[in-house]
């Protein structure tokens, strides 16, 4: 930028500072003063965790955390899980899995701004089945107590409202808001995603409970293509920034499940992983449903991961024995892809076959060449 143009932004400024009364320079001035901070202030400590998950400390007091993933895939349900552990202390649903409130919040607040009275209720059954507590066990009566809010039938305007006014009489200090979208009218409506998003930061840091914090969950869908945590909209992009942690849930089916009713229980687990952490990030884990109880899934997903790695190895034995036997050499993957694409449908599937026999050991490669050769059972 040239001299010239620096002097006519100046005089721009220059203009529009004119026209700022002097009261409101003041009022300038006095934020300006509460916005700096001296970073050797003693008082700032290090964060407080509401849990720690298998050990590894998640989500500090006031955190925004994002849940997100495509429909259907278990969202609500890690929600749950979260809102049992706070509930409960402590939720060890495996030796695999453990999940402790490090802080126990006093009181808990539960948004629901999609879903029938059904399924709504169906949440709180989860929650209690969880902890263990009898069925006549009322929320409101816990220590922590537990309050749900049911907006499906209100405008989005009016559903903020509520959520406002519930936050600033009842004082929660952990708020599930399930779902944001549905806060808003439109999700590519990057004004309205900004608002909407500043006021859960708002939210987070207290200006609604007279300065004491609130640990906030709240979920999105994700985009339709893929399971890679990626919020939907403009409202996904501004969560995505202000978030402490987007956890990612996905739904994982068994291959070999299919086509047997039998099987339908056990025949996928929803699996959670960290996409985004402002700070260590937690372990992935695997939930399942037994009735109306929440399990760890992790047998069943290391079983289901070694039925597909069997089923992947056979694939590529039957593959490769099509076109050679113990010992045949090829002069490169190339050349072998190129014998095996009439047997797996295409050259693409041939060359993921490939690189699957030799990452299992069932193709070896010369040390310095691009020999391939069929190694023997006793050599995978």
Known sequence: ????????????????????????????DALIKRCILNPNDPSIQEPQFMFSVNGVDVCPLGSLNA??????????????????????????LSPDLCIKA???????????????????????????????????ANPDALTPALQFLKLRPLKPETRLEVIERAVRTRHPDFVVIDGIRDLMQDINDSAEAEAVSQWILSLSDGELTDGNPVTVFYVLHS??????????GHIGTEGMNKADNVFSVSKVKDPLAKGQPEAASRSAYFKVTTSKSRDLEAPDFALSIDGERIVSAYGLAQQMKEAEAERERAEAVEAIAKVGGVGDTFKSKRELADRLAEFCGGAKEAERVVETALRLGILQREQKGRVITIASEGEQ
Not at 4 to 26: P, Q
Not at 223 to 232: A, C, E, I, L, S
């Open 1 to 28: 930028m040239k001299t010239a143009d620096f002097n006519t932004v100046g005089s721009i400024l220059t203009a529009e500072t004119k026209n700022v009364s002097k009261e409101h320079e003041t009022q300038l």
């Open 223 to 232: 985009n339709k293509m893929g399971d890679d945590g990626v919020m939907r």
């Open 67 to 92: 849940i997100t993933g495509r429909a259907g895939v278990g969202k609500s349900i890690v929600c749950t899980l979260f809102v049992a552990a706070a509930i409960g202390g402590e939720i060890s």
């Open 102 to 136: 490090k802080n126990q919040p006093k009181s808990l607040l539960w948004v629901d701004t999609e879903q029938h009275d059904y399924n709504i209720a169906r949440q709180w059954r989860r929650i209690r089945a969880t902890i263990g507590l009898p069925k006549d």
